[in-house]
């Protein structure tokens, strides 16, 4: 099982995790590679040093020049809170609106149930094969 797999599943059998998923777009390539550059300090301070933080990810998008992709996972609600007051948080904001953010669109989504993409046998599955709850 790899590693996001066994997150989930330490993870949301008995709680509600939470995603946050998203884009933010700048006005070119070179604003949003000089976003990822300078973030890197940020990102993996927030993935060391804040409890509850499982994956902080702002990476570019291969097939939209000036634009990041943004991928959080968050243990719990406390956590998350924890992080929009954390010295982290606040330095991306800063970074973002100091290189000239032209959009963004990002969601948080609860998640109280994850399974492994496959099988035992390597097929893809659609639906949640072993969960007790599956409908």
Same mark, same amino acid.
């Given at each position: 099982?790899?590693?996001?797999?066994?997150?989930?599943?330490?993870?949301?059998?008995?709680?509600?995790?939470?995603?946050?998923?998203?884009?933010?777009?700048?006005?070119?390539?070179?604003?949003? *590679? #000089?976003?990822?550059?300078?973030?890197?300090?940020?990102?993996?301070?927030?993935? !060391?040093? @804040? %409890?509850?933080?499982?994956?902080?990810?702002?990476?570019?998008?291969?097939?939209?020049?000036?634009?990041?992709?943004?991928?959080?996972?968050?243990?719990?609600?406390?956590?998350?809170?924890?992080?929009?007051?954390?010295?982290?948080?606040?330095?991306?904001?800063?970074?973002?609106? *100091? #290189?000239?953010?032209?959009?963004?669109?990002?969601?948080?989504?609860?998640?109280? !149930?994850? @399974? %492994?993409?496959?099988?035992?046998?390597?097929?893809?599955?659609?639906?949640?094969?072993?969960?007790?709850?599956?409908?």
């Amino acid at each position: 099982m790899g590693k996001l797999s066994s997150i989930g599943s330490e993870l949301c059998q008995s709680c509600s995790v939470i995603i946050i998923a998203g884009t933010i777009d700048f006005k070119d390539n070179e604003t949003r *590679e #000089l976003a990822v550059q300078r973030s890197r300090p940020l990102q993996e301070s927030t993935r !060391l040093n @804040e %409890p509850g933080c499982e994956v902080y990810y702002f990476g570019a998008d291969p097939c939209v020049d000036n634009r990041i992709q943004v991928y959080e996972l968050w243990v719990d609600e406390q956590s998350l809170d924890a992080h929009f007051r954390h010295a982290n948080y606040h330095g991306m904001l800063e970074l973002i609106q *100091e #290189l000239g953010l032209v959009a963004a669109d990002t969601a948080k989504f609860r998640c109280d !149930l994850t @399974e %492994p993409v496959y099988d035992e046998s390597f097929t893809p599955r659609a639906d949640f094969f072993t969960s007790q709850d599956a409908r």
